[in-house]
T-cell receptor, first 114, second 117 residues
Framework: QKEVEQNSGPLSVPEGAIASLNCTYSDRGSQSFFWYRQYSGKSPELIMSIYSNGDKEDGRFTAQLNKASQYVSLLIRDSQPSDSATYLCAVNLLIKAAGNKLTFGGGTRVLVKP | NAGVTQTPKFQVLKTGQSMTLQCAQDMNHNSMYWYRQDPGMGLRLIYYSASEGTTDKGEVPNGYNVSRLNKREFSLRLESAAPSQTSVYFC????????????????FGDGTRLSIL
């Protein structure tokens, strides 16, 4: 089992619909969780961070964390063609403590069709 | 607002050549990182520096060396390049949020696309 796992996709979503992305992680003691967006040929860009169980909303993005089930998800509401990108889940795994190392999932490619 | 600056943006090397990738950040961040990204492999940590004067191996350090020159700069060196090191290399930096070491979102440079023939 990979330490941070994501479905590689592509996740095809009609414009205006909700895109739902999931990420599971292996270390129950992990504390910090991040979602990055990466356009083709570009660098990863931080879009959300979450640290507590529950939901965190920022504009059209909602991150959801369930530490008991060891998953974190990202919802993109009212999806736009400009949301077409690869979304990377990153986790600060306690087992790799040094406090500041992140382990990245392989990413989910999202395609929003007009 | 430069953020994290990487040079060069593109480079082609021959097998056996050496090269240093440069990275500088102007955000006064303590920690810096080097990753490589290959298709289907995601981002893999090569080396990192938790603070000025310290460096540690990441997941895939073989064939690389690093230098944390000062708080701003963190360089990655390939001593004898191999075709397996063809990749996109990203530098990143971070600083604890709210004094929590585990709460350190990383900020990335634009990457260096390196091809080794």
């Amino acid at each position: 089992q990979k330490e941070v796992e994501q479905n590689s996709g592509p996740l095809s979503v009609p414009e205006g619909a909700i895109a739902s992305l999931n990420c599971t992680y292996s270390d129950r003691g992990s504390q910090s969780f991040f979602w990055y967006r990466q356009y083709s040929g570009k660098s990863p860009e931080l879009i959300m961070s979450i640290y507590s169980n529950g939901d965190k909303e920022d504009g059209r993005f909602t991150a959801q964390l369930n530490k008991a089930s060891q998953y974190v998800s990202l919802l993109i509401r009212d999806s736009q063609p400009s949301d077409s990108a690869t979304y990377l889940c990153a986790v600060n795994l306690l087992i790799k403590a040094a406090g500041n190392k992140l382990t990245f999932g392989g990413g989910t490619r999202v395609l929003v069709k007009p | 607002n430069a953020g994290v600056t990487q040079t060069p943006k593109f480079q082609v090397l021959k097998t056996g050549q050496s090269m240093t990738l440069q990275c500088a950040q102007d955000m006064n961040h303590n920690s810096m990182y080097w990753y490589r990204q290959d298709p289907g492999m995601g981002l893999r940590l090569i080396y990192y520096s938790a603070s000025e004067g310290t460096t540690d191996k990441g997941e895939v350090p073989n064939g690389y060396n690093v230098s944390r020159l000062n708080k701003r700069e963190f360089s990655l060196r390939l001593e004898s390049a191999a075709p397996s090191q063809t990749s996109v290399y990203f530098c990143a930096s971070s600083v604890p949020q709210h004094r929590d070491p585990s709460n350190q979102p990383q900020h990335f440079g634009d990457g260096t696309r390196l091809s080794i023939l």
